[in-house]
């Protein structure tokens, strides 16, 4: 796959010159780094200067995924199986663990001054849902159903929270005030969407409605949000699923993960008594 810069028309330009198996790419604060999944598994983290197209290796033992950064750019926080951990955005000192659960939690993004990290668990009874981890204190389910509940990114002011639900037999991008989830639900997407990511200005959101870019305008009247008509930005053979984008600070280009449709499979593999392996790997809750 490439890294790509696209623009709100379509244009792309490479961000990297060597074709990896990205996935997941995550803007640095000042955007002038990214940091990434890369795969074959098992999956490693990367981050790389935009301006050098130079990269370092950040976690490349075991398997890690989903890079978020912190506030300041500072450091990176990414998942690793059962844990959650940080470590410095240049590669020095050692990861720390932040949470370790049942199941898998993957970070979504760091409230502004570092109080708490809005994450994802995934779990095979509970699905996926939304928690906020503290920095002092137990971690606290955020929004909890029966349905799916993932790729969570809070507004740029933190007023609002945007992210992804099953609940009515497909993927649809929702907002809801922030924290106060109770206070109010729109749904932005009109046809299936994932991946939502705000402007920075907190009045447009981005989503993917399979490998096609759309935006959606969002007008703010006191405690209620107006979500506009979506309109289609670009398509073309990105990658799709899990948070696959990121936009500048500046929002005038996306970073995504551009497939490339001549790719054929060279091989299959068959895992034979999966069902063991995945009480292993996640047992049963007691």
Known sequence: ???????????????????????????????????????????????????????????????????????????????????????????????????ARDGAQYPAAWLGDMRSLLFVEAHPVNRHDLWLLPAEGEPRPLLATPANELMARPSPDERWLAYVSDESGRPEVYVRPFPALEGGRWLIST?????????????????????????????????????GVPELLFTGPFETGSPQFDVSPDGSWFAMVEADPDAKPTQ???????QHELERLVPAPP
């Open 1 to 99: 796959r490439s890294l790509v810069g696209v623009d709100r028309n379509g244009r792309r330009r490479p961000l990297l010159d060597e074709r990896r198996g990205y996935r997941f790419p995550r803007l640095s604060p000042d955007g002038r780094r990214v940091a990434v999944t890369i795969d074959p598994r098992p999956s490693q983290i990367w981050v790389y200067d935009l301006e050098r197209r130079s990269g370092i290796p950040l976690a490349t033992e075991g398997h890690s995924l989903v890079p978020a950064w912190t506030p300041d750019g500072r450091r990176l926080t990414y998942n690793t199986g059962r844990e959650l951990v940080s470590r410095a955005a240049d590669g020095s000192g050692e990861a720390r663990r932040l949470l």
């Open 191 to 227: 046809g299936g969407g994932e991946s939502p990511v705000w402007a920075p200005s907190g009045r447009e959101l981005f989503y993917l409605d399979g490998s096609a870019m759309m935006a959606v305008p969002l007008e703010v009247d006191g405690d209620t949000l107006r979500p």
């Open 268 to 274: 299959i593999h068959l895992v034979l008594d999966w």
